[in-house]
Every structure is written in C-alpha cells, then in structure tokens.
C-alpha cells in the first residue's frame, strides 16, 4: 500500500481509524490526496469494529490498532460508533463513553502527542440484517459520541460527508 508523504523524510504521520466506514470507503483516499506530501496517511480501519470493550469486535482487541499505536501518529482520526448500536451491545450503553475515552487515552500516551479528531459516523438507515438500529444509533450513540467530545474539550468533532 503505497501512502502519501513517502518521498518526505518528516511527514506529518496521520492515522484514520474505524470500522467499515473508515477501511472500505474513499474518505481516507481523498483526504490523503488533498493532505499532499507533508503528511503521511494510514488506514487502520477494520470492518465490524466496535467501541464498546466487551464486544467480541471490539476495535481495541485488533492487530489495526496496534499498528496504529506504532504508527506514532501526529494525527488521529476516529470514525466508531455505528456497529456499537447492534442490538446485542444495547446492555452495555452504559459503558460506551468510557470505552471510547480508552480508546482515546491509548492514543494521548504515544510520544507524538497527537492531536485527535472525532468524526460523527453517517446516519444509519434500516437494514434488518445488520441488527443496527437507526433510533438506538440516533438517540444514543451519537449523543454518546458528543458526550466524549464533551468530556474531552481538547478533541475536535467533525463531520464527513459520504
């Protein structure tokens, strides 16, 4: 896999990560063509992922998320959440802000000291074999997304159009 900024012997390091929506999509293909050379981007998407920890798909249990963490990244994109409104993960609500404040301070640890962006997944429209609810998505993963963002004043919340 070839990634902008390999010709630059000090590019800024940027790492997308996510579930499906982060290693299937274009977004991080086209932000690394509109990044240029000063930067080099990796994706660490893994499809499927979660945020919640005691899912079998949990995105911090994956080989994708070491290497991000070895990456050493100066940038941190994070796209998670919408595997997160399954409706087996429903019980474990409660834990998905502190899940996701892990996530976050594994990354705050790296010697880079990135600076990290939290994207607010697309909206989920239903699809009876996914088992991902649109209401449960709405009405709580996103708020849950915000709270992070909230509970962290020095992340960034942002919005990706697909």
């Known amino acids: 896999m070839a990634y902008i ?13 996510g579930d499906s929506l982060t290693q299937l999509t274009e977004y991080p293909y086209d932000l690394m063509n509109k990044l240029g050379d000063n930067y080099a981007l990796r994706n ?4 499927s ?4 920890l005691v899912s ?4 911090m249990n994956t080989t994708a998320f070491q290497n991000a963490l070895r990456f050493n ?5 994070i796209m998670l959440g919408t595997n997160d409104a399954h409706y087996t993960l429903f019980q474990y609500n409660s ?8 996530l976050i301070q594994a990354f705050q640890k790296l010697p880079s000291n990135p600076r990290i962006w939290l ?4 909206p989920v429209f239903s699809n009876p074999t996914w088992y991902i ?6 009405q709580t993963i996103l708020p849950g997304i915000k709270q992070v963002a909230n509970k962290t004043n020095f992340l960034s919340l942002m919005y990706i159009r697909f």
């Open 5 to 17: 900024g390999q010709n630059n012997p000090n590019p800024i390091r940027v790492a997308c990560i």
């Open 44 to 47: 660490f998407g893994v499809s």
């Open 49 to 52: 992922t979660t945020i919640t």
């Open 56 to 59: 079998t798909t949990s995105y």
């Open 73 to 77: 990244p100066g940038i941190v994109i």
């Open 95 to 102: 834990a998905f802000v502190g899940d996701y404040i892990t």
């Open 119 to 122: 994207v607010l997944p697309p």
């Open 133 to 138: 609810s649109p209401e449960y998505f709405e």
